[in-house]
Structure formats: structure tokens, C-alpha cells
């Protein structure tokens, strides 16, 4: 079936330092979803990306999504103990309204 | 974007017992999900809730564990039946507010005993 994965599972940073996950689909997805869910939180929608090769910024972060629209990526420069959580991206399923999560990346700081 | 309650928020339950969740939006939505998160995993999606039709399952859930109620376009009930541990988890409500971006509500956590 339908796969969505990501990498790294989890990484440890100092403050300061950069950030990037990665997230690959099985199939070419239509848009691409992210999401960062802290510590005992929930989900939260960050960003859609829609186009081929389209990279969007909200303050320090950046997303990219692939030409293919098979992958993508979200990177933050100059991390901060804010940014601390988990970080998912999320394709919709083939013929269905319905989102497929990747595995999810935890990002911890070292301050 | 839509503002999603849930309740309870947390709650420990004895095997064999059932438990049921509600989800309240401030707003009409037409498509309601539920969700499943183990301790540290990503989310597994459960069922979509429609209003004025029966839930749809994904692979590996069904109606009898997991009854759903979807009575209006505000509301919707996700009970988990003759709980087991293996059921503890933390179950998420979500709502469609654009298309495919979702919403999700505190979650509840679940322990069963």
C-alpha cells in the first residue's frame, strides 16, 4: 500500500544549529502536508505545499517539495528550544480524502 | 481553523469496560477522523465520521471494538469497547478544514488496567 516515510527518526541538536527532515512518498502525491505535535501535544497544521518544486518559508522554517511531488523536505536554520517536538508530513491517500502520516521526526535541543 | 474540544482528556479504565470519547467543533464540518496514537508512534487513522452516514473503517478496526456516533455536523462519539491494555493509547479527534489540511483536538489518553 500507499507508504510515507521519513528521516530521520529522531535527531538531537545542539541550539543554534540547523535542522532538516526528509520525507519521501511511495506514490506522487497531489500536496503534502506538515505538522509538529510537542511534547504531550497534538498535532499541529504547519503548512501545505502544493506544486511541483515549491518551497515556502514561515519565519525560520523552510519546506520544499520535490519536482516528482514524491518528496519533501522541512528545514529550520538556527534552531531554538521552541522548536522541540515531533514533526510529521502527511500525503493524501490515493482516491481517498484521507491523510497518510510518516513515521515522524523527533527533534530534542540541547540548550 | 476550527477549534476542536474533547472529552475526557485523560481517563483509566479496567479491562472489559468500555469508554466513549466525544468531540465537539465550533464550527459545521462535513468530515470528522479519528485517530489512534501509541506512546511515541506516529497516527493511525481509526474511521471518518460523516454526517447521515455509517463510519467508514480502515483496515484493522471495526464497528464492534470501535462504535462511532456522528449525529450532527459539531459532534461526534468514539467509543472504545471491552477495553484491553493493548487499547491504551491516546485516541485524537480531527476535522477537514481546507481541503486535506486537518485540525485535531487535544486528544484523549487512555490507560487501560
Known amino acids: 500500500g500507499q507508504q510515507v516515510m521519513q528521516i530521520p527518526q529522531y535527531q538531537h541538536v545542539q541550539e543554534g544549529e540547523d535542522f532538516t527532515t526528509y520525507c519521501n512518498s511511495s506514490?506522487?502525491?497531489?500536496?503534502i502536508q506538515w505538522y509538529k505535535q510537542r511534547p504531550g501535544g497534538h498535532p499541529v497544521f504547519l503548512i501545505q505545499l502544493v506544486k511541483s518544486g515549491e518551497v515556502k518559508k514561515q519565519k525560520r522554517l523552510t519546506f520544499q517539495f520535490g519536482e516528482a511531488k514524491k518528496n519533501s523536505s522541512l528545514h529550520i536554520t538556527a534552531t531554538q528550544t521552541t522548536d522541540v517536538g515531533t514533526y510529521f508530513c502527511a500525503g493524501p491517500r490515493a482516491g481517498a480524502q484521507k491523510l497518510v502520516f510518516g513515521q515522524g521526526t523527533r527533534l530534542t535541543i540541547n540548550p | 481553523s476550527a477549534v476542536i474540544s474533547q472529552k475526557p482528556s485523560r481517563d483509566i479504565c479496567q479491562r472489559g469496560t468500555s469508554l466513549t470519547i466525544q468531540c465537539q467543533v465550533d464550527s459545521q464540518v462535513t468530515m470528522m477522523f479519528w485517530y489512534r496514537q501509541q506512546p511515541g508512534q506516529s497516527l493511525t487513522l481509526i474511521a471518518t465520521a460523516n454526517q447521515g452516514s455509517e463510519a467508514t473503517y480502515e483496515s484493522g478496526f471495526v464497528i464492534d471494538k470501535f462504535p462511532i456516533s456522528r449525529p450532527n455536523l459539531t459532534f461526534s462519539t468514539l467509543t472504545v469497547s471491552n477495553m484491553s491494555p493493548e487499547d491504551s493509547s491516546i485516541y485524537l479527534c480531527?476535522?477537514?478544514?481546507?481541503?486535506?489540511?486537518?485540525?485535531f483536538g487535544p486528544g484523549t489518553r487512555l490507560t487501560v488496567t
Open positions: 506514490t506522487t502525491l497531489s500536496n
Open positions: 480531527s476535522v477537514e478544514d481546507n481541503v486535506y489540511e486537518q485540525y
